[in-house]
């Protein structure tokens, strides 16, 4: 388990539905250390991935179908989560510009699904930055 993962998760389901808690940005990461796609959402990341993966839908399962090599690329996904009243899908678009403006997306990133943020909030923008400072900082994402 790694710092500030408990060993027990508590899943709420309400009206019949699972009640995801949480807003989260993740990134994947290939072995060359670019980022290939860029996402936002509402479940736990590790759901988010699984359907990524899994999915037949390739609006569900967008790795699935749009990124050829998955079966044989290495990736890793960088997730972090985002506050309550934060926009998640401007947290993902400015990461989305800021990476694109550093050179770390990959010439096969899938980005169609990234909009300009015409007026991100000022959390938006810190935690865009801290999120792509993060992904600059970690060397296990970085592998060469």
């Known amino acids: 388990m790694s710092d500030g993962e408990s060993e027990f998760v508590v899943l709420r389901v309400r009206d019949g539905e699972l009640v995801e808690q949480g807003s989260w940005v993740y990134a994947w990461v290939g072995p060359d250390g670019a980022v290939v796609y860029v996402g936002a959402t509402g479940l736990d990341p590790r759901t988010r991935v699984w359907l990524h993966i899994h999915d037949d839908d390739p609006d569900v399962g967008r790795m699935r ?10 990736l890793d996904v960088l997730a972090m989560r985002v506050p309550e ?7 993902r678009d400015v990461v989305g510009a800021r990476l694109g403006e ?4 990959g010439g ?3 980005t169609d699904h990234l909009q300009l943020a ?4 000022p959390e938006a923008m810190e935690l865009a930055e801290r999120f ?7 060397r296990s994402l970085r592998r060469r």
């Open 108 to 110: 096969n990133a899938a």
């Open 118 to 121: 015409l007026d991100p909030s």
């Open 132 to 138: 792509v400072a993060r992904l600059r900082s970690d």
């Open 85 to 91: 009243g934060v926009s998640r899908a401007d947290v």
């Open 65 to 74: 179908a749009r990124f050829e090599r998955l079966a044989d690329t290495p």
């Open 102 to 105: 550093e050179g770390v997306l």
